[in-house]
């Protein structure tokens, strides 16, 4: 049965940020049809909305449960992809951008509404689910970097601009057609959870009441029976509130100090990822054809950091990795802030026929995009397994899923807005 739940959990994962990897993987589109910096627009518009859905998602998980989240997801997001592809043809500019960060916020929305609440159905079971998850998500960001590789491949190249746009279109349809069969798949895989792995649900308020019925109507039938039996008083509504609310500073005061870790963690990855980290030059190409990157450079960039994202996530199922102290941990976290001193180095002063930057060689790149793409998602996975030993209960673990998110969430919203200041650079 664990096999099972693990493999179910694993699916689950690792529709969660598909959408948002998709968005990554098509670099050469936003170049194309937008500019240069178009991505690093819409990361940080999708750090805004993770951010508002972090928190909006805190009084809605009190009325939806886990299915209505569920749903939400999936649908949202496969229609979000589609819909952005004929955008393109909005003549403005201004305009054109504007109205593809509509579904790109919306996209972003559901995708943190839907991750806390299936963080809190995983951690019923064991923590280890949610390392689970997060290798799903690592693992199908990988496999969807490498269908575009693959899609990019089979279609043939073009030298003349209206064939390559051709070329690039044809591309974006087969890819996104490819998520959405995809998170299909996931919301099936949701279905066949919540039918065979109840337990797991969280549930909506409609739910709660149709259970407190059925089960005021086996009180009734037990107290008829069981004559002898004292008649309990009821706790007042007034000591649960409090109760509730003592509970909750208890767990956000035991989570406070990892939570800031992990947000400080996000912001250096946005300050970083993916603006400078896509305008690292080339030394090969700069010396044999006289441009700083290619189509191909930028895809396996992309392909690099993804593939050891997918490290990272895998390392907490090694023992001496997953037993790491919540202070090791912590300070881990804010050791990310090395690579805001080393990539910029990597990119400035910008490489030219008489200048190159201070760092200068292309096997050192992928190195160290290797090496970011590892330490950060390890650092996101052990948090949120190490979250739940801090935890007294499952209504703790509820608590704080939600609090941790977002924090986590509000760190990728700063780093975002932040590196929109490099811009001009």
């Known amino acids: 049965v664990l096999t099972k739940q693990k493999f179910i959990f694993f699916i689950l994962g690792s529709g969660v940020f598909l959408s948002y990897y998709c968005i990554l993987a098509q670099t050469n589109y936003w170049q194309q049809f937008y500019n240069n910096q178009t991505l690093t627009i819409l990361n940080w518009i999708y750090s805004v909305a993770w951010t508002v859905g972090a928190y909006i998602v805190i009084p809605l998980q009190k009325i ?108 974006a349809w087969l890819f996104y057609s490819i998520t959405d069969v995809i998170l299909l798949i996931c919301l099936i895989t949701f279905f066949y959870l919540e039918k065979n792995f109840p337990e797991t649900m969280q549930h909506g308020r409609k739910q709660k009441l149709q259970i407190e019925k059925y089960q005021q109507i086996d009180d009734l039938l037990q107290v008829e029976t069981e004559s002898n039996q004292a008649e309990q008083p009821e706790k007042p509504q007034k000591n649960k509130e409090q109760n509730d609310k003592a509970t909750q500073k208890k767990v956000y005061k035991k989570l406070l100090p990892l939570s800031i870790a992990l947000g400080c963690c996000n912001i250096a990855t946005c300050l970083m990822f993916p603006m400078f980290v896509t305008a690292i030059p080339s030394k090969y190409l700069m010396e044999t054809q006289g441009k700083p990157n290619s189509q191909w450079f930028n895809l396996w960039i992309m392909t690099t950091f993804l593939a050891f994202d997918f490290v990272g996530r895998t390392l907490p199922l090694i023992k001496w990795v997953s037993r790491m102290k919540v202070r090791t941990l912590i300070i881990l976290c804010y050791a990310r802030y090395a690579f805001c001193l080393i990539i910029p180095m990597m990119v400035f002063p910008k490489a030219t026929e008489t200048t190159h930057p201070l760092i200068y060689n292309d096997v050192l790149t992928f190195i160290v995009v290797a090496l970011m793409g590892v330490q950060g998602e390890s650092m996101a996975t052990l948090s949120f397994m190490k979250y739940q030993e801090l935890c007294d209960s499952n209504e703790e673990k509820q608590i704080g899923s939600y609090f941790l998110n977002c924090i986590n969430h509000f760190g990728w919203f700063i780093g975002g807005l932040a590196s929109l200041a490099f811009l001009p650079l």
């Open 64 to 171: 939806w449960g886990s299915r209505t989240f569920a749903i939400i997801q999936f649908f949202v997001n496969a229609i979000c992809l589609i819909i952005i592809i004929p955008l393109r043809l909005v003549e403005n500019e201004i305009l054109r951008l504007i109205l593809t960060m509509i579904p790109i916020f919306l996209s972003g929305l559901v995708q943190h509404l839907y991750l806390p609440a299936m963080i809190s159905c995983s951690s019923k079971i064991s923590s280890i689910f949610v390392n689970i998850m997060y290798i799903g998500t690592g693992a199908f960001s990988l496999l969807i970097q490498l269908i575009e590789d693959l899609i990019t491949l089979i279609l043939p190249a073009h030298q003349e601009e209206k064939e390559y746009e051709q070329s690039l279109i044809v591309n």
